[in-house]
Structures are given as structure tokens and as C-alpha cells.
């Protein structure tokens, strides 16, 4: 097998295949990443002496042509290489000789691979955000459209006060937010470039750490570059626990979906094509989309438990247990985007009931209403309530079903604009755009 590290010793093939593990599989992952990273690698040793301006250029043309097979998905990381750093450095030296094994001057697998995973998390969690906006939209629209209708709200699993499904699509459109906000504290911590830190030491090459920095649009550089190292799973745990907090709001909503489709509530419903049915009841209409959302995103939440249990014990520097986080971390986005996706495409078909309130069975969701009437009146607010309870117990109750809800937040005021101003402010916060030009603009810069 290829390897990078490799001497004159032969590793054995069972010691080979524990310890590379997945790697080769989900470096396809970093791929792409992995050469932006090495184009701006590049240009940084020539800057300082260690490349010649000719061969710069052969380096610049030969990773434009892999990133474009990566680009196409042709790339491939061969039998017997053992990553993806291995596998292109292996084609630039193919191609360039001794060239393509200049590009390796000044850095390790250690600061490469946390400098690919950097770059992976900061274009994933640009996804999952315009995924979480898609989303957002659609709630906030539901809110708006169907304000006017009355749901029943529950405390203890009770019916308690009357709710809307204005708040209830409102509520989560606003959780939203705070999950952004979460997601991008995580950003902040990915946004600092560690290349340059080597294998957790630095390097003696005079090596320009802000001109990569500048090159890659990172927001700053990881400078103590022993911190820079310890940065590899805390950068996934601290992502990690982000998409967690996305799966919390998609979890509950999910399972208020599938309470409020049964029949004993039957507050929404779905078309038929887009829910299951039983092999042998042939009135069921089931949730399934509902019900793996909330497997999935369950499994989301744990993944924060899992890093933090590799990494707890770890002392300072590079260890091989941090190849174990890339497991179930690189795919977590693949399902948080695809539980968004799929939870945005449902709603837009989502049937919402009218009159639900009227029912017999919701008829006590007004007492609180009776006593706050109680109370405009000048009476007491726990003499009211009494007043009120009693009327219940003697089974004489009555009160009319006017809602006058006019608070901020409230069945009457929802506040939706407000909401919507907020997440465009948190999602400005990110700073894609500015990230994207710079990136663009490295591999803009590479001449045929």
C-alpha cells in the first residue's frame, strides 16, 4: 500500500487493514478540499523560496486537473493507496517527478487531514443553512396561512389552552434560529486555519501561516500550533453538537406530526401518496417519512456523546483514535440535509383541519379564558379562578370561544416578521459569500 509515512519496513496486512480502517472511503469526502488546500499550499512555498515559479505553475495545472476529475466524479483513490493525500500526491509525482514530491515541504498528513476536515464542515454547514432556510421558509409561510386556525395546546399530555397551528408552524420556524445560531458558534471554531502547524509542532521552513489563511478564507489561523492540533475533534465535537440541536427541533416536530395525524387526534393529514399503509389493515395511513426523521435524527443526537467519549482521555498531540470521529461525523450531514429535505417536502402538502375547538371534548380549554374575563371584570385573580373551577366540578361551565390573544408572540400577534428578520440576520452571520469568492478566486487563478 501506498503510503506517505512509508520506509523500508513492510506493515502486515491485518496491522494494514485495522488501521486504515474507512479512511479510503470517506476521503472521497475531503477530496476536493484536499487539493484546494494543496493549491494554496503551493502558492505559499513558492512565496517563500521552496517551489520555482515553473513549477508552481506544472503543480497549479496538474491539481486543476484532478480537482475537475473530482468535480466530474471520476476520481478515484486507488488499491493499495492508503488516503487521499497519499493517492494525489502519488499523481502529481506520477506527472511531475520530483516536482510533485515538493508539495509536501512544510506540512504533515496531521495538519492536512485537520485542514481538509476544516474546509469539508465549512462547506457542509453552508448546505445544512440554506437546508435550514428552505425549511424555515416553509413554516413561517404555514404560520401566516393558517393563523386563524385554532389547535388544542397540551401540558402533562393534557389539553390545556387553546394553541394555533400559526404558533405551532411559528414555534418551529423560530427554533430554527436558535440552531443556526448554535451552528454557526461552531463555524466560528472550524473558520481558523490550522495548516502550517505540521504534525503539531510547526516547521522550520519560514512558512507564511496568513497568506494560507488569506488564500483559503479562513476568518483567522489556529496560531499556537499545538492548539491547532488539539482543535481536531473538538472542531467536530462542538459541529456536531449543532446538527444535534437542528435534529432536537426536527425530532419534536416529527413526533407532534405523527400524534397529530392519529386518529384519535386527527389535527393534519397527508396525501395518500406520500404516506404508507398496513399489509393486512387496510385503514391505516402511516407517518413513515415522520417516523424515520425522528430514528434519524435521534441518532444525530447522540453523535455528540460519541466524539466526546474518543476524545475525553487524550492527551496533546496527534493520535490515531481521532480517525475513528470521521465515521459517523462525515455522514451526520448527509442525514441532517436529507431530514430537512425531506421534512420541507412533506409540509408542502401537509392538510391542516378547521374548527377543531368546536368538539365537546375541548371544552374545558377555555376555563383560563373565563377567568382572565373573570378578572377585566375587577374580580380578584384567585377568586376567579375559584369561581371558575367550581363551575367545572359542578358541571355547569360555559363560556363563549372568543380568542383575544394581542401580546407579542401571541395566537393574535405572531410576530412573524420579526422572526423572519432574525434568521436573516444569523444567517448573514456565516459570511458565505465572502468565503466562496475567495475560494473561487484561488481556483480562478490557476492558468491552463
Same mark, same amino acid.
Given at each position: 500500500?501506498?503510503?506517505?509515512?512509508?520506509?523500508?519496513?513492510?506493515?502486515? %496486512?491485518?496491522?494494514?487493514?485495522?488501521?486504515?480502517?474507512?479512511?479510503?472511503?470517506?476521503?472521497?469526502?475531503?477530496?476536493?478540499?484536499?487539493?484546494?488546500?494543496?493549491? @494554496?499550499?503551493?502558492?505559499?512555498?513558492?512565496?517563500i523560496g521552496l517551489l520555482e515559479k515553473n513549477e508552481l505553475k506544472a503543480l497549479q495545472k496538474e491539481l486543476k486537473l484532478i480537482h475537475s476529475d473530482i468535480k466530474k466524479g471520476s476520481f478515484r483513490i486507488e488499491e493499495g493507496v492508503e488516503d487521499v493525500h497519499s493517492q494525489i500526491e502519488l499523481q502529481l509525482t506520477q506527472k511531475l517527478g520530483?516536482?510533485?514530491?515538493?508539495?509536501?515541504?512544510?506540512?504533515?498528513?496531521?495538519?492536512?487531514?485537520?485542514?481538509?476536515?476544516?474546509?469539508?464542515?465549512?462547506?457542509?454547514?453552508?448546505?445544512?443553512?440554506?437546508?435550514?432556510?428552505?425549511?424555515?421558509?416553509?413554516?413561517?409561510?404555514?404560520?401566516?396561512?393558517?393563523?386563524?386556525?385554532?389547535?388544542?395546546?397540551?401540558?402533562?399530555?393534557?389539553?390545556?389552552?387553546?394553541?394555533?397551528?400559526?404558533?405551532?408552524?411559528?414555534?418551529?420556524?423560530?427554533?430554527?434560529?436558535?440552531?443556526?445560531?448554535?451552528?454557526?458558534?461552531?463555524?466560528?471554531?472550524?473558520?481558523?486555519?490550522?495548516?502550517? !502547524?505540521?504534525?503539531?509542532?510547526?516547521?522550520?521552513?519560514?512558512?507564511?501561516?496568513?497568506?494560507?489563511?488569506?488564500?483559503?478564507?479562513?476568518?483567522?489561523?489556529?496560531?499556537?500550533?499545538?492548539?491547532?492540533?488539539?482543535g481536531r475533534g473538538k472542531a467536530e465535537l462542538n459541529t456536531s453538537m449543532a446538527l444535534a440541536s437542528i435534529a432536537s427541533t426536527l425530532n419534536k416536530l416529527a413526533m407532534d406530526v405523527c400524534i397529530y395525524m392519529g386518529q384519535d387526534h386527527g389535527f393534519i393529514s397527508f396525501p395518500d401518496e406520500l404516506t404508507t399503509g398496513s399489509s393486512i389493515?387496510?385503514?391505516?395511513?402511516?407517518?413513515?417519512?415522520?417516523?424515520?426523521?425522528?430514528?434519524?435524527?435521534?441518532?444525530?443526537? @447522540?453523535?455528540?456523546?460519541?466524539?466526546?467519549?474518543?476524545?475525553?482521555?487524550?492527551? !496533546?498531540?496527534?493520535?490515531?483514535?481521532?480517525?475513528?470521529?470521521?465515521?459517523?461525523?462525515?455522514?451526520?450531514?448527509?442525514?441532517?440535509?436529507?431530514?430537512?429535505?425531506?421534512?420541507?417536502?412533506?409540509?408542502?402538502?401537509?392538510?391542516?383541519?378547521? %374548527?377543531?375547538?368546536?368538539?365537546?371534548?375541548?371544552?374545558?380549554?377555555?376555563?383560563?379564558? @373565563?377567568?382572565?374575563?373573570?378578572?377585566?371584570?375587577?374580580?380578584?385573580?384567585?377568586?376567579?379562578?375559584?369561581?371558575?373551577?367550581?363551575?367545572?366540578?359542578?358541571? %355547569?361551565?360555559?363560556?363563549?370561544?372568543?380568542?383575544?390573544?394581542?401580546?407579542?408572540?401571541?395566537?393574535?400577534?405572531?410576530?412573524?416578521?420579526?422572526?423572519?428578520?432574525?434568521?436573516?440576520?444569523?444567517?448573514?452571520?456565516?459570511?458565505?459569500?465572502?468565503?466562496?469568492?475567495?475560494?473561487?478566486?484561488?481556483?480562478?487563478?490557476?492558468?491552463?
Amino acid at each position: 500500500m501506498t503510503k506517505l509515512w512509508q520506509k523500508s519496513t513492510t506493515i502486515q %496486512d491485518k496491522v494494514e487493514q485495522f488501521t486504515v480502517g474507512k479512511d479510503r472511503e470517506l476521503d472521497l469526502f475531503l477530496a476536493e478540499h484536499d487539493v484546494i488546500g494543496s493549491l @494554496a499550499h503551493a502558492q505559499m512555498l513558492d512565496s517563500i523560496g521552496l517551489l520555482e515559479k515553473n513549477e508552481l505553475k506544472a503543480l497549479q495545472k496538474e491539481l486543476k486537473l484532478i480537482h475537475s476529475d473530482i468535480k466530474k466524479g471520476s476520481f478515484r483513490i486507488e488499491e493499495g493507496v492508503e488516503d487521499v493525500h497519499s493517492q494525489i500526491e502519488l499523481q502529481l509525482t506520477q506527472k511531475l517527478g520530483d516536482i510533485g514530491k515538493k508539495i509536501h515541504s512544510g506540512r504533515s498528513r496531521n495538519d492536512q487531514v485537520l485542514l481538509d476536515l476544516k474546509l469539508f464542515m465549512r462547506s457542509e454547514i453552508e448546505k445544512t443553512v440554506v437546508q435550514v432556510k428552505k425549511l424555515f421558509d416553509r413554516l413561517i409561510n404555514l404560520s401566516e396561512h393558517h393563523k386563524d386556525k385554532l389547535l388544542p395546546g397540551y401540558t402533562h399530555m393534557q389539553v390545556a389552552m387553546p394553541s394555533s397551528f400559526g404558533l405551532w408552524f411559528g414555534a418551529y420556524a423560530e427554533s430554527l434560529i436558535d440552531d443556526l445560531i448554535m451552528l454557526n458558534a461552531a463555524f466560528k471554531i472550524v473558520n481558523k486555519n490550522p495548516l502550517g !502547524s505540521a504534525a503539531g509542532y510547526g516547521s522550520s521552513f519560514p512558512l507564511n501561516r496568513q497568506m494560507t489563511t488569506d488564500l483559503l478564507g479562513f476568518e483567522s489561523m489556529n496560531h499556537n500550533v499545538v492548539y491547532a492540533q488539539m482543535g481536531r475533534g473538538k472542531a467536530e465535537l462542538n459541529t456536531s453538537m449543532a446538527l444535534a440541536s437542528i435534529a432536537s427541533t426536527l425530532n419534536k416536530l416529527a413526533m407532534d406530526v405523527c400524534i397529530y395525524m392519529g386518529q384519535d387526534h386527527g389535527f393534519i393529514s397527508f396525501p395518500d401518496e406520500l404516506t404508507t399503509g398496513s399489509s393486512i389493515m387496510p385503514h391505516k395511513k402511516n407517518p413513515d417519512v415522520f417516523e424515520l426523521t425522528r430514528a434519524k435524527n435521534n441518532k444525530l443526537q @447522540a453523535l455528540p456523546n460519541e466524539i466526546t467519549m474518543i476524545i475525553s482521555n487524550l492527551p !496533546s498531540g496527534y493520535h490515531r483514535d481521532l480517525q475513528l470521529i470521521k465515521e459517523n461525523f462525515i455522514p451526520a450531514f448527509e442525514i441532517i440535509n436529507s431530514c430537512l429535505e425531506m421534512t420541507e417536502f412533506m409540509l408542502q402538502s401537509i392538510i391542516v383541519k378547521d %374548527d377543531l375547538l368546536n368538539q365537546e371534548k375541548y371544552k374545558y380549554i377555555f376555563s383560563v379564558e @373565563a377567568v382572565n374575563k373573570e378578572v377585566l371584570k375587577g374580580v380578584p385573580f384567585r377568586d376567579a379562578y375559584k369561581k371558575v373551577g367550581r363551575s367545572i366540578e359542578e358541571g %355547569d361551565f360555559d363560556t363563549d370561544v372568543q380568542i383575544n390573544h394581542t401580546h407579542e408572540g401571541s395566537i393574535g400577534n405572531l410576530c412573524n416578521d420579526r422572526i423572519r428578520n432574525k434568521m436573516d440576520k444569523t444567517i448573514q452571520q456565516f459570511h458565505f459569500q465572502e468565503i466562496n469568492q475567495v475560494i473561487d478566486h484561488l481556483l480562478a487563478n490557476i492558468k491552463d
